[in-house]
């Protein structure tokens, strides 16, 4: 399916780094078979504001407001918070194994 829509911009989203509190795991959650399967330096191409395919929907749903801003050409968050004013550091909301994204406005 094609999501190319006129003047919105595609949003590579980068998985930069995993972080496990295996303290944090050991007191307070459940066991789990499978957590997380973010590998870092995996990338992923947001077209038109759409979920790709492959990223954990609970990340999705962290960073998509930004993923939307980014798409729609929004800079400079929170007042030069990024040296690219066309990206953001988003990290999804697991406490127990947050991971790291970068996302940028992809110019083309």
């Not at 795991?25 to 992923?44: Q, S, T």
Request: a negative charge; glycine letters at 6%.
């Amino acid at each position: 399916m094609d999501w190319e829509v006129s003047g919105v911009k595609k949003v590579r989203i980068t998985v930069i780094r995993k972080a496990a509190y295996q303290d944090l795991m050991e007191k307070y959650e459940n066991p789990m078979e499978h957590a997380c399967d973010m590998e870092e330096g995996r990338v992923y191409i947001s077209v038109a504001w759409h979920k790709p395919e492959g990223l954990c929907q609970s990340a999705w749903e962290t960073m998509s407001p930004f993923v939307m801003a980014l798409a729609h050409g929004a800079e400079n968050f929170y007042d030069g918070w990024m040296k690219n004013p066309r990206a953001a550091m988003i990290s999804c909301n697991d406490g127990f194994r947050p991971v790291s994204f970068l996302l940028e406005a992809i110019e083309e």
